[in-house]
């Protein structure tokens, strides 16, 4: 049986994981979500293992500590953008978490007021 070659060349990004607990649930979600927002297949690498960032679970159980550097893969179409959204995730050390979550699920972030004591 011959099989296709794949058009696209993988592009490959080195990313660091500043956070003291690693890549915890709210970070990989944010992961999972960039990923989602692309057609290009987008890989998280620690260690030998790899995991397909469009899944939560996947990205939980590599179990990636904090300090330690990933390796971020995409191919496809758009492999570019996604490489580039996904840097700009870790250049911004997932500043303000909570409204960059609710920007990538295109919902407007609620603000509480604080209970007068």
Same mark, same amino acid.
Request: charged residues 20%; contains cysteine; aromatic residues 6%.
């Given at each position: 049986?011959? %099989?296709?070659?794949? %058009? @696209?060349?993988?592009?490959?990004?080195? $990313?660091?994981?500043?956070?003291?607990?690693?890549?915890?649930?709210?970070? /990989? /979600?944010?992961?999972?979500?960039? *990923?989602?927002?692309?057609?290009? %297949? #987008? $890989?998280? !690498?620690?260690?030998?293992?790899?995991?397909?960032?469009?899944?939560? #679970?996947?990205?939980?159980?590599?179990?990636?500590? =904090? =300090?330690?550097?990933?390796?971020?893969?995409?191919?496809?179409?758009? /492999?570019? *953008? +996604?490489?580039? +959204? $996904?840097?700009?995730?870790?250049? !911004?050390? @997932? +500043?303000? +978490?909570?409204?960059?979550?609710?920007?990538?699920? =295109?919902?407007? %972030?609620?603000?509480?007021? *604080?209970?007068?004591?």
């Amino acid at each position: 049986m011959i %099989q296709a070659r794949s %058009q @696209f060349t993988p592009k490959t990004a080195r $990313l660091k994981v500043d956070s003291p607990y690693g890549l915890h649930m709210r970070a /990989a /979600a944010m992961i999972s979500r960039i *990923a989602e927002r692309y057609h290009s %297949q #987008l $890989l998280i !690498g620690y260690g030998p293992v790899r995991a397909d960032a469009r899944s939560l #679970l996947a990205l939980i159980s590599l179990g990636i500590a =904090g =300090g330690s550097e990933i390796e971020a893969s995409a191919s496809g179409p758009d /492999a570019d *953008a +996604a490489l580039t +959204a $996904l840097e700009s995730l870790f250049a !911004g050390r @997932f +500043a303000d +978490a909570p409204a960059a979550a609710c920007a990538l699920a =295109g919902k407007p %972030q609620v603000r509480r007021k *604080a209970a007068a004591v």
